[in-house]
């Protein structure tokens, strides 16, 4: 079954860290790019990061650059965000996401998301 | 950073009416757009790519059409299951999402 499945969420209080993190199966997750799209509650959609297949080539959201840096474990189908120095406005849910090329960056599979809030 | 700007914020319409959003982008990006339809405490789902090409396994009641800066999404005759909120989103440079359109029922 093709899927992406998020986990790692959870409270967090301003200015901590967290990893969220995101298993994908049923598809050569290898050969795709991959992003986090988070939305605030009751809110839009907000693209956060975006990662190449091999890594090498990162783009980051103005809002979190600096503070977020996204990764990638081929070997374990596995892509990760790493938030740190988190503010209330990061609070969100996260979803990771398939992007369909490299210079094609739509979103042709989701996750359910996994919820991150930040208070104290 | 390209705006996208989605009107209108909220639509209420009925089962069989044609429906239609529309998507304005601040600068031109070429037909590098997308549409996604999502309903509450679920993930997007991909519905249009390149401005006009369906996605697998969309219905065809769904179309949409533009280039430039002006786009928009076309439901032919509302279904029950189409009660959700659209999103458009350009991917010319990085991506950006429109703010949403929420179709509801009249």
């Known amino acids: 079954q093709v899927q992406l499945v998020e986990s790692g969420g959870g409270l967090v209080k301003p200015g901590g860290s967290l990893r969220v993190s995101c298993a994908a199966s049923?598809?050569?997750?290898?050969?795709?790019?991959m992003s986090w799209i988070r939305q605030a509650p009751g809110k839009g959609l907000e693209w956060v990061s975006y990662i190449s297949t091999s890594g090498s080539n990162i783009y980051y959201a103005d809002s979190v650059k600096g503070r977020f840096t996204i990764s990638r474990d081929n070997a374990k189908n596995s892509l990760y965000l790493q938030m740190n120095s988190l503010r209330a406005e990061d609070t969100a849910v996260y979803y990771c996401?398939?992007?369909?090329?490299?210079?094609?960056?739509?979103?042709?599979?989701w996750g359910r998301g996994t919820l991150v809030t930040v208070s104290s | 950073d390209i705006q996208m700007t989605q009107s209108p914020s909220t639509l209420s319409a009925s089962v069989g009416d044609r429906v239609t959003i529309t998507c304005r982008a601040s600068?031109?990006?070429?037909?590098?757009l997308a549409w996604y339809q999502q309903k509450p405490g679920k993930a997007p789902k991909l519905l249009i790519y390149?401005?006009?090409s369906l996605e697998s396994g969309v219905p065809s009641r769904f179309s949409a059409s533009g280039s430039g800066t002006e786009f928009t999404l076309t439901i032919s005759s509302l279904q029950p299951d189409d009660f959700a909120t659209y999103y458009c989103?350009?991917?010319?440079?990085?991506?950006?999402f429109g703010g949403g359109t929420k179709v509801e029922i009249k």
């Open positions: 049923g598809f050569t997750f290898s050969d795709d790019y």
């Open positions: 996401a398939r992007v369909r090329g490299w210079s094609n960056w739509y979103f042709d599979l």
């Open positions: 989103q350009q991917y010319n440079s990085y991506v950006t």
């Open positions: 600068q031109s990006i070429s037909s590098s």
């Open positions: 390149k401005a006009s």
